[in-house]
């Protein structure tokens, strides 16, 4: 006799292309061989409340995946991946000024980038070619080159998945923090971003000090090698396309690409510390290198200063370790690497290996930034 749920299942793959045994591969950036019992894609609103509605009849755990490019995968995904492919970006207000756009959850996120650079709406363009999608950039608070997705998001879009219900949080209900908001902590796993809606600014120079005054916007050029990199382009004057195209220019030198060598980019965070304890390690390492906060930053009264995690792994010996096919990135110490077929437990074993020296060298307890799926 067939069982319910497998009815169920039957009626559910009949409905939504849902396919069994599934590699996930290709569909994660560290590219480790691991399957997916089932996997389907959700191209649109309702499909995605009819996954819900299926899935409260067959309890079996669920993932939304965007790009994978911030997951490590630690075995097989014994549920349900759906893959959030919904397209559409549209412009809902606009004036002088401003533009505010709404972008699908699915939109990749560097082409909604380069389509707003495109139409001179400034804010994003140091946030080039970050890997992933639209839908998971307000989860970590994606940031790069002194930008975070943060200071650009006006509404996220959510779907409960208990629920089904449809609720919009306005950006102060995101708990925004670095490489952080509620998404990642209390409601993680608890709803799906449907789409996210920016406030951009439209862009015409109005003025120069430092930073490029354009429209309302400040362009930001003091970060890393920024500014360097303009100079070397010859730009004397930049735009956001210019911004745009020196970002893209010194991530594909310094980070490695996840089509040759599998890796989800930082797999630490850098962590915030207390004055106490700065005050402490500075006795010791004076060469340490230190951002201190300003208040309001990252929204913690405790922590006072960042310090760069690659600083403290590579301290620590970590810098282009490698064993097996599980290693440490030779030029970025805080990118951990799959040279071919590496596994998520080597991935993860080395990671925790990190962890310990850096905690018993610094009294620092590093966090991770990428979700391991486990
Ligand atoms: C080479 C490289 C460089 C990177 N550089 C940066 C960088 O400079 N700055 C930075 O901040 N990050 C960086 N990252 C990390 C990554 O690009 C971002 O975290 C990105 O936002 C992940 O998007 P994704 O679609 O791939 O998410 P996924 O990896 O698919 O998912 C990440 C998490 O979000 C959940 N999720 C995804 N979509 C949804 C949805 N619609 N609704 C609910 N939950 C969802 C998943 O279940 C998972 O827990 C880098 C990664 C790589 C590989």
Not at 189 to 215: A, E, H, P, S, Y
Request: glycine letters at 10%; one cysteine or more.
């Amino acid at each position: 006799m067939i069982s319910r749920s497998f009815e169920l299942i039957l009626t559910f793959r009949n409905a939504m292309h849902l396919d069994q045994k599934v590699s996930l591969k290709a569909l994660h950036t560290f590219g480790m061989e691991v399957e997916a019992r089932y996997f389907v894609e959700a191209k649109t609103h309702s499909e995605v409340l009819t996954l819900l509605n299926y899935r409260h009849m067959i309890h079996m755990p669920i993932l939304f995946l965007g790009c994978g490019s911030n997951v490590l995968f630690t075995r097989n995904f014994g549920g349900i991946v759906i893959r959030i492919n919904s397209k559409g970006i549209v412009i809902r207000d606009e004036d002088e000024n401003h533009v505010h756009v709404t972008a699908e959850a699915g939109e990749n996120w560097d082409e909604f980038v380069q389509h707003c650079v495109d139409r001179e709406w400034s804010g994003l363009e140091n946030l080039s070619l970050i890997p992933g999608t639209v839908g998971a950039s307000p989860i970590q608070n994606i940031g790069a080159y002194g930008v975070e997705v943060k200071d650009t998001i006006e509404s996220v879009q959510v779907i409960e998945i208990d629920s089904g219900k449809q609720k919009r949080f306005t950006n102060a209900e995101c708990q925004f923090g670095y490489r952080d908001s509620i998404f990642k902590r209390a409601l993680k796993g608890k709803v799906i971003i449907l789409n996210v809606t920016f406030r951009l600014n439209k862009t015409g120079v109005t003025g120069l000090q430092g930073d490029r005054v354009m429209g309302n916007s400040l362009l930001k050029l003091d970060y890393g090698d920024l500014r360097p990199e303009l100079g070397r382009m010859g730009v004397i004057e930049p735009t956001i396309s210019d911004v745009r195209a020196a970002v893209c220019s010194i991530r594909r030198r310094k980070l490695p690409d996840p089509a040759e060598i599998g890796n989800a980019g930082s797999f630490f965070k850098n962590p915030v510390i207390s004055k106490k304890l700065l005050d402490s390690l500075q006795t010791g390492f004076p060469e340490m290198p230190v951002y201190l906060q300003s208040p309001g930053d990252d929204a913690v009264s405790e922590t006072f200063a960042k310090i760069p995690a690659a600083w403290l792994i590579e301290q620590c010996g970590w810098k282009g370790y490698r064993s097996g096919d599980a290693g440490v990135h030779p030029n970025q110490p805080l990118v951990l690497v799959n040279y071919g077929n590496a596994t998520g437990p080597q991935i993860l074993g080395l990671a925790n290996h990190i962890i310990s020296s850096v905690e018993q060298k610094f009294g620092i307890r590093l966090e991770t930034e990428v979700n391991v799926i486990g």
